[in-house]
């Protein structure tokens, strides 16, 4: 079965879904294991746009089965209008070719308060959440106290339950949270119907899908959300998701054994970006931080928050590689650094007057790091147009060698602009060019 996941490395939005997008048009099937609508990707179909959080791109591609597995969290709502919006737009999207695993968690109206209110409590403090009650269900989920989507097939113990939960999230929201108010009965309960309303034919088991994809030998493409240093336990805590998103999250975000996956890629923007709040030792607080943002449209696509923009940090890349079990990179982006003057890599980091070169990821140790760059010189020209290893200016090509060598793992693919044919695939990449290559 080739199977390959794809990971990000960083902070997230280092451009998975265009890779994503490249794997699937080629997979039988692709599956979400982790996170909720805290992720997103425009889709441009026939010039029109259209949002996506949690039904994956590979919708697009008609031969694509696309399955969330039941550690995603799901909005309803928001995957009701997904649905609905792509259907407007044409594409067929029906219960054959969707299925939410029945065993997902569900986010209610009273998770997405709880986010909120309690980001207001902390001020300056506050992690900077997407503000989508990601964090609260994920906890509802391990105190059990959460929903799952099958749920819905029983409305009778349903009610009873949220009866229950609702009264309960009110005391915490008003009296711990000083939230002004609580939430309606009635409005979680409407959410509840609109998905039995709208829901229940795509609804299934994903684990037992996916096991017989892989008996079959299909292609399957896993695709992570958010980003290694966002991981609930590796990554900068308190500052991260509350998922797992690193690549050994698949097995029990889809129901799997630990031989599912044949292939690690994972994704490396060429610099580095953050959304929210938290410790980011190589930001670029100047000009250069601010020119980044704008030629990369470094803003975020779920709440267009402006991105912080720093150099690419080896140290934490390392981290990443060990684990996710990264077996080979793909560099996003490289074209943004056109015309820089001199790029930087960190290389080390320094704490305490000691130099240190693996990541420290005990809250407030990351603050007290100061990294150590080497510096290369930049390059002029404009990367779009390349379609070549042997194209790339010398001095792009340099700082990509330095990039894999530093961090002790093969680039396989670079990107340089949104189109597919901005793709440039190395020779270490026998196992991605197989999988685009062979028939199913
Ligand atoms: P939450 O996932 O909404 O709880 O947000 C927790 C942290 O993860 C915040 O810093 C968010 O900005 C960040 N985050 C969540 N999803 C994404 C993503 O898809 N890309 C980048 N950052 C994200």
Excluded at 190 to 207: E, F, H, K, Q, T
Excluded at 249 to 260: E, I, K, Q, S
Excluded at 401 to 427: K, N
């Amino acid at each position: 079965m080739p199977s390959v996941v794809v990971v990000g490395t960083q902070w997230g939005d280092e451009g998975k879904g265009k890779l994503v997008d490249y794997l699937t048009a080629h997979a039988e099937y692709v599956a979400r294991f982790q996170g909720g609508n805290n992720a997103g990707h425009t889709l441009v179909v026939g010039g029109l746009r259209t949002s996506l959080s949690l039904v994956p791109s590979g919708i697009l591609h008609p031969q694509t089965r696309c399955v969330l597995g039941a550690g995603v969290v799901i909005n309803p709502d928001v995957l009701i209008s997904e649905i609905e919006n792509l259907q407007k737009l044409g594409i067929d999207v029906n219960p054959k070719r969707l299925t939410v695993d029945r065993e997902a968690h569900l986010i209610l109206p009273y998770h997405i308060y709880i986010d909120q209110a309690r980001e207001d409590q902390k001020g300056p403090d506050r992690i900077g959440t997407t503000g989508r009650g990601i964090g609260p269900v994920y906890e509802d989920r391990a105190a059990r106290y959460g929903v799952k989507i099958g749920e819905i097939t029983d409305l009778e113990s349903l009610r009873k339950k949220l009866e229950r939960y609702v009264d309960l999230k009110n005391k915490y929201l008003t009296r711990v949270l000083d939230a002004p108010k609580g939430v309606s009965f009635e409005e979680v309960w409407d959410v509840i119907l609109r998905a039995r309303g709208r829901l229940l034919p795509y609804l299934g088991n994903v684990s037992i899908i996916l096991d017989k994809a892989c008996r079959r030998g299909n292609r399957v493409v896993f695709e992570g959300a958010q980003g290694t240093l966002l991981d609930a336990t590796f990554g900068t805590v308190p500052y991260v998701t509350s998922s797992n998103t690193i690549a050994g999250a698949v097995m029990p975000g889809c129901g799997l054994g630990v031989r599912a996956v044949d292939y690690v890629l994972g994704i490396a923007k060429a610099y580095l970006t953050r959304v929210g709040e938290g410790p980011f030792p190589t930001e670029l607080k100047d000009e250069l931080g601010v020119k980044l943002r704008e030629i990369g449209g470094e803003y975020g696509t779920v709440t267009r928050r402006p991105r912080r923009c720093g150099w690419f940090d080896a140290v934490a890349m390392r981290r990443a590689i060990r684990l996710n079990g990264v077996d080979s990179l793909a560099v996003t982006k490289l074209d943004i650094l056109s015309g820089i003057e001199k790029v930087k890599i960190c290389v080390k980091y320094e704490m305490d007057g000691k130099e240190i070169d693996e990541f420290p990821a005990i809250p407030g140790e990351l603050e007290r790091i100061t990294p150590q760059f080497v510096e290369f010189s930049g390059w002029t020209e404009d990367l779009t147009g390349v379609r070549s290893w042997y194209d790339l200016p010398v001095n792009a090509r340099l700082y990509l060698d330095a990039i894999s060598e530093i961090v002790g793992c093969p680039i396989s693919i670079v990107s340089i602009g949104p189109e597919r044919m901005q793709t440039l695939f190395f020779s270490g990449a026998k196992f991605l060019k197989n999988f685009i290559a062979e028939e199913g």
